[in-house]
């Protein structure tokens, strides 16, 4: 059985970078192939080595990724740096509380955690991508603290960025909170593996005895949560004995 870490969404051609030079948690972490290229002359930071303002020189900060943990860095050094955000695919802000209690609280309660990846309730959540953290995260309050919003990123050599609507600025350094894809160095087996990831339909792979559990909507919106992750885990145990069941007949009987 195989708990692993969710993968991100898809870039612009993004890839681990490739120089060994780099700190070890960028070798996990996805980048853009052009990270590479930047050299010297530009501060590179990721989301797991950034730790606090004063780690990143003085002057024009660039963090790419406008998820939860992009948008508490930009927030974190914009007192202290002229920040710009670079965001990707639309987000849709939710408060983190309503009537006193957590959001997944109430999502739990009316079943929207629980329901199937294929349901109604299930592909509009997935489309949907819900972000808590509407009052202290949303456009308004960056850009109220000074952060300056920008399109995906697409391009960059030295300290030059490019972006989607041609736009170009110059920066000091960059943060990338790009989120996390699957390292699947250490799974020889080729079947349990593609370009993608891990491979395998509602935990199930390929290969006879290996299942995952933890994958991100591997049957619901809870799959990669702890509240929701037991569901799956008693739906493949149940997989797993029927297997078996089945490899012990077929060996009787032969």
Same mark, same amino acid.
């Given at each position: 059985m195989i708990a692993s870490s969710q993968r991100s969404p898809p870039g612009p051609a993004w890839s681990p970078v490739p120089s060994s030079s780099r700190p070890a948690p960028f070798r996990n972490l996805p980048f853009p192939a052009f990270a590479a290229q930047?050299?010297? #002359?530009?501060?590179?930071?990721?989301?797991?080595?950034?730790?606090?303002?004063? =780690?990143?020189?003085l002057g024009r900060v660039l963090v790419v990724g406008n998820g939860a943990t992009g948008r508490q860095i930009a927030l974190d050094l914009a007192p202290t740096h002229q920040v710009l955000l670079? !965001?990707?695919?639309? $987000?849709? /802000?939710?408060? =983190?509380?309503?009537?006193?209690?957590?959001?997944?609280?109430?999502?739990?309660?009316? *079943?929207? /955690?629980?329901?199937?990846?294929?349901?109604?309730? !299930? $592909?509009?959540?997935?489309?949907?991508?819900? /972000?808590?953290?509407?009052?202290?995260?949303?456009?308004?309050?960056? #850009? $109220?603290? *000074?952060?300056?919003?920008?399109?995906?990123l697409t391009g960059g050599l030295g300290r030059t960025f490019i972006f989607a609507d041609g736009r170009s600025e110059t920066v000091d350094s960059v943060v990338?909170? /790009?989120?996390?894809?699957?390292?699947?160095?250490?799974?020889?087996i080729p079947e349990a593996v593609d370009e993608h990831g891990f491979v395998h339909d509602r935990g199930r792979t390929p290969v006879p005895g290996l299942f995952h559990v933890?994958?991100?909507? #591997?049957?619901?919106?809870?799959?990669?949560?702890?509240c929701g992750v037991g569901r799956d885990a008693k739906e493949i145990v149940v997989e797993a004995a029927r297997r078996a069941r089945r490899v012990e007949g077929a060996r009787a009987g032969g």
């Open positions: 930047l050299g010297s #002359q530009t501060a590179q930071f990721s989301a797991t080595t950034y730790r606090r303002p004063a =780690q990143v020189p670079a !965001g990707g695919k639309k $987000r849709h /802000l939710v408060p =983190q509380r309503l009537l006193g209690r957590d959001l997944f609280v109430w999502l739990d309660r009316l *079943g929207m /955690l629980s329901a199937d990846r294929s349901s109604r309730v !299930g $592909r509009l959540m997935r489309s949907r991508d819900p /972000l808590p953290g509407k009052a202290h995260l949303s456009d308004t309050v960056l #850009q $109220r603290e *000074g952060i300056e919003l920008r399109r995906r990338w909170a /790009l989120g996390y894809r699957d390292d699947t160095s250490w799974l020889a933890g994958r991100s909507w #591997q049957t619901s919106r809870g799959s990669a949560l702890v």
